[in-house]
Every structure is written in structure tokens, then in C-alpha cells.
């Protein structure tokens, strides 16, 4: 019997509660047609933002009730991501799954905060990281005594502003026995680019196969009713239509995969 694919989906930012109630009931809705492990994902504030006039977010514990509300509302899991110790202690009464920020992934006091909440943790591998690197950060929530541990791919620097995906680091991050997550929409940005980070929205499908072809554990995305008018990640979100049909897509190549190779 094969594993449950884990899909990781949500709008880049709790921006408004018209954006989270309109994902949620839509992805939700798309999840209970699959057979699929489905997280609820929201940013309850960005904290990384290019511009110091960027839109940060509408405040934090109203934001997290918004999330925490999917959760009880719909019955699904739900992620967020933390950036200090303190923003483990609260989030953690919110949500079901801590995620550490790509450009926090070898902060160990965070890591080790994390760990300690006993929620599973996501680790996004930093930019700047190589594969091996991130199974050491694993390490260090694992040395709480939290086995649930993530790995996700986001893409690797190259030059200034932009993103290149070395697939190799999916399957060395998968022989560490750790769950295994490609980010389809943060691994085709462009970081920085202008006022905010840039993206090239037509590789997200076609580099999201190549990753499910490696047999990976799951896929993470975000989305958005109307990818333009977002407050976060306007570039690289997929729009909320599309979204059915991209998850069937991935569904259908990882039973594939993995029914040859059981």
C-alpha cells in the first residue's frame, strides 16, 4: 500500500480572512476527491520582505485565529512559519506543523525551539545550503527528542536574484529518512528582483513532476484567488483555479512512480 502523498497548499499570507475562508474551503473541498495528506499552509507574517514597506501582515494572533479557524472549520491540519523562539511558543497553540524559514534553517536556538513545541517541524533548506547541510539542521530538532521531522526543497542561488533547483539534493535529503517536500512555487522565484522578489510562474508545473518523478514524499505550493492582487509572492502563486487540476497531475505521476518501483 502505497504511502499518502502530502500536499502542502495555501495562500503565501494570511492577507485577509476573505483569501484564507476562500482557499481553505476550495483546497479542502479538492483534497477530500484525493487520496492525499493535505496541509492547510498560511503565513501569519512575513517577516522576510524585500522592501521595508512591504506588507507585513494584518497582526499576528488575528491572523493565527484565521488559520487555527481553517483547522477546526474543515478538519485539516494546518503549517505556519515562525521566525524567533518566542514566535514558536505561540504559534504552536495554533497550528499543527512549525516551519522554519529558509533563511533561518541553521538558526539552532529556533530549530531547537522548534523541536521542542513536539509539533512536527518542516525545515525549508536555506538558498545557500547544500543537501548534507540540512540533514544536520534535522540534527539538531531531532536532539529534542521530535523525530516528526520535514525537508523541503526551495531552490539554490545562482548569481544575484535568481533560483536554480538541483535535483540531487532531493534524493540525498531522502536517503536521510527524513519526509521529503519539493516547493513547487518558491523554488521559481527570483529573489529581490525589484520592490519584491520576481518569479517565472510557467516552471512551476513542469519542474514539480520532475521532483515527484524522484519520489519524494510531497509537494508544497501556494495559491491565491487572484495571484496578481497578492499582497506576498504575486509572481509565483498559482492561481486558486488551477490548483485541482495541478494536484491531480502530481497525484497521478506519484502512483506511477511509485507503483513501478514498489
Excluded at 185 to 213: C, D, M, W, Y
Aim: hydrophobic share 40%; with cysteine.
Amino acid at each position: 500500500m502505497l504511502q499518502k502523498f502530502k500536499i502542502i497548499a495555501g495562500p503565501c499570507l494570511a492577507e485577509s480572512k476573505e483569501v484564507v475562508e476562500e482557499t481553505a474551503a476550495v483546497l479542502t473541498s479538492i483534497a477530500k476527491t484525493f487520496d492525499v495528506e493535505y496541509y492547510y499552509k498560511a503565513s501569519y507574517r512575513k517577516a522576510n520582505r524585500t522592501s521595508v514597506g512591504s506588507f507585513e501582515g494584518v497582526g499576528d494572533e488575528t491572523a493565527l485565529g484565521w488559520i487555527a479557524s481553517v483547522g477546526k472549520s474543515y478538519g485539516v491540519p494546518t503549517l505556519t512559519d515562525i521566525h524567533s523562539v518566542g514566535d514558536a511558543e505561540m504559534a504552536c497553540k495554533y497550528v499543527d506543523v512549525l516551519q522554519i524559514p529558509a533563511f533561518l534553517s541553521r538558526q539552532t536556538d529556533l530549530l531547537l525551539a522548534a523541536g521542542q513545541t513536539g509539533k512536527a517541524v518542516n525545515i525549508k533548506k536555506g538558498q545557500f545550503m547544500a543537501p548534507e547541510d540540512i540533514i544536520k539542521a534535522a540534527a539538531k530538532v531531532s536532539s529534542t527528542g521530535n523525530s516528526n521531522i520535514w525537508l523541503t526543497e526551495r531552490g539554490t542561488f545562482f548569481g544575484y536574484h535568481d533560483l536554480v533547483v538541483d535535483f540531487r539534493s532531493l534524493i540525498t535529503m531522502k536517503e536521510s529518512n527524513y519526509i521529503t517536500i519539493y516547493d513547487a512555487t518558491h523554488s521559481v522565484q527570483q529573489p529581490s528582483i525589484g520592490a519584491q522578489s520576481g518569479g517565472k510562474r510557467e516552471f512551476i508545473k513542469l519542474l514539480a513532476r520532475a521532483a515527484v518523478s524522484l519520489g519524494i514524499d510531497g509537494v508544497f505550493f501556494e495559491t491565491h484567488p487572484n495571484p496578481s492582487l497578492a499582497k506576498s509572492d504575486a509572481a509565483t502563486q498559482l492561481p486558486l483555479s488551477e490548483a485541482k487540476d495541478f494536484i491531480n497531475e502530481l497525484l497521478e505521476l506519484n502512483y506511477f512512480i511509485k507503483r513501478g518501483s514498489a
